[in-house]
C-alpha cells in the first residue's frame, strides 16, 4: 500500500483484542497513520473492547466517533477510499 501512495488506514472490526489490534499493530510498523473507529470495532464483552482499545490508544493511534469518520468523508477528500481489513486479506471496496 505504501507503493500506492496510501498514507492513511482506518480500520474497524471484530475481536479489538486479536484481529483489529494485530492489524493495528501491522499498520504502526509499516508507518501508515492509523485511526480506529470506536463504535465500529467489537469484541466478546465491552470489558475485553475498552482494554483492547485503550492499549491501542496508548501506541499513538487515534480512536475515533463514527460521527467524526462521517464527517471526514462528508469533506469530500479527494484522496479518500473506503477498504476494509479482514484477516490480513485487503479489499478493495470503494473509491
Known amino acids: 500500500m505504501n507503493a500506492t501512495g496510501i498514507k492513511e488506514i ?3 472490526g471484530l475481536f479489538a483484542e486479536g484481529c483489529v ?3 493495528t499493530l501491522g499498520s504502526l510498523h509499516n508507518n501508515f ?3 480506529i ?3 465500529a470495532v467489537a469484541s ?3 470489558k475485553k473492547r475498552l482494554i483492547a482499545l485503550n492499549k491501542i ?3 499513538k493511534v487515534k480512536v475515533i466517533h463514527s460521527f467524526q469518520l462521517l464527517a471526514i468523508i462528508l469533506k469530500g477528500r479527494n484522496s479518500f477510499h473506503l477498504r476494509i ?3 490480513y486479506r485487503f479489499h478493495y471496496i470503494l473509491s
Open 21 to 23: 489490534t494485530a492489524t
Open 33 to 35: 497513520h492509523t485511526t
Open 44 to 46: 466478546s464483552s465491552d
Open 10 to 12: 482506518i480500520i474497524v
Open 85 to 87: 481489513y479482514t484477516s
Open 57 to 59: 490508544r496508548s501506541n
Open 37 to 39: 473507529v470506536k463504535e
